[in-house]
């Protein structure tokens, strides 16, 4: 049996300081990963709040709170594209270009794989 989903999938959390970066953020990724952005998620700061105060063994994701923050998916069926690196670099570029980001954490997901 044969399995199209994504071979590899990378998860980046991203602090920002606004709407408006988030919404240049999308764009650049739109451009940079065409595709293979498999999702895009704005979520305020005082949701970040909610979950750690209300939900047992939730904590906060990243050091240093922000307004918001972004979840990132990008995807690939291709196994020879090194997508973490990929990842990497956009984030690099895009902290280095316009300074929209304040900190990220990039996690592995495990994807489909054929069987």
């Avoid at 919404?23 to 704005?42: D, H, I, K, M, N």
């Avoid at 998916?73 to 670099?89: Q, S, W």
């Avoid at 900190?103 to 069987?115: A, H, K, L, M, R």
Wanted: charged fraction near 20%; proline fraction near 8%; include cysteine.
């Amino acid at each position: 049996c044969r399995n199209y989903g994504p071979v590899q999938t990378e998860t980046a959390f991203v602090a920002i300081d606004s709407v408006q970066n988030a919404v240049e953020l999308l764009s650049s990724a739109l451009a940079y990963f065409g595709p293979t952005v498999s999702s895009f998620e704005l979520l305020p700061r005082i949701g970040i709040e909610f979950a750690v105060r209300h939900a047992p063994g939730n904590r906060d994701p990243l050091t240093n709170p922000s307004p918001w923050y972004l979840l990132i998916d990008v995807e690939t069926t291709m196994p020879a594209v090194d997508l973490k690196d990929r990842v990497y670099g956009f984030l690099e570029k895009t902290f280095c270009l316009c300074s929209i980001i304040i900190s990220v954490e990039i996690q592995d997901t495990p994807g489909s794989t054929e069987e």
